[in-house]
T-cell receptor, first 113, second 112 residues
């Protein structure tokens, strides 16, 4: 069975500061890992994905994530937060056997001016 | 491409009524997923289809819920009878093979 744990339901950073959102996964087979962002009253938009190619994955809006198998982690980072980054972020896992996504509980990012 | 289209965007209904949510996936996507989002349970998978065939419906909460995909361009999620605890945002999503899932804007259902 797959599962995802996101540490911290709320993260607050100052504009220009580093953003770090944590995600740990559990999967019995090589996983596909995703980060999605959800703005208020919107659907989910893909930020980036890992599908067993490069372990450092770059996404949209300056975000990146590193797949670390030894730590079963896929943390999301951005060097400098922008006010427009305020949203809810979801980590998700799937695999070739089960295409449906299993989501973490989400992390709400606040960006302070 | 217009993306995944869900209708209606908002639905308010009385307890006991039948509710039908609709989804038009992106052309060429062979997987279609229905998710439900609530504050208490987060994002949870209800059911998914591959090539219009239901693959896993273990997330459908009760027999009151049913989903169909009569063709590659249309799917419905029906709740009959609806209850207040069904109030949630329902998302439809799709993908092709190993690509990422594309989500619709969701239907916000309120059962009063």
């Amino acid at each position: 069975a797959q599962s995802v744990t996101q540490l911290g339901s709320h993260v607050s950073v100052s504009e220009g500061a580093l953003v770090l959102l944590r995600c740990n996964y559990s999967s019995s087979v090589p996983p596909y890992l995703f980060w999605y962002v959800q703005y208020p009253n919107q659907g989910l938009q893909l930020l980036l994905k890992y599908t067993s190619a490069a372990t450092l994955v770059k996404g949209i809006n300056g975000f990146e994530a590193e797949f670390k198998k030894s730590e079963t982690s896929f943390h999301l980072t951005k060097p400098s937060a922008h006010m427009s980054d305020a949203a809810e972020y979801f980590c998700a896992v799937s695999d070739t056997g089960r295409r449906a996504l299993t989501f973490g509980s989400g992390t709400r990012l606040q960006v302070q001016p | 491409d217009a993306g995944v289209i869900q209708s209606p965007r908002h639905e308010v209904t009385e307890m006991g009524q039948e509710v039908t949510l609709r989804c038009k996936p992106i052309s060429g996507h062979d997987y279609l997923f229905w998710y439900r989002q609530t504050m208490m349970r987060g994002l949870e998978l209800l059911i998914y289809f591959n090539n219009n065939v239901p693959i896993d419906d273990s997330g459908m909460p009760e027999d009151r819920f049913s989903a169909k995909m009569p063709n590659a361009s249309f799917s419905t999620l029906k709740i009959q009878p609806s209850e207040p605890r069904d109030s949630a945002v329902y998302f439809c999503a799709g993908n092709r093979g190993d690509t990422e899932a594309f989500f619709g804007q969701g239907t916000r259902l309120t059962v009063v």
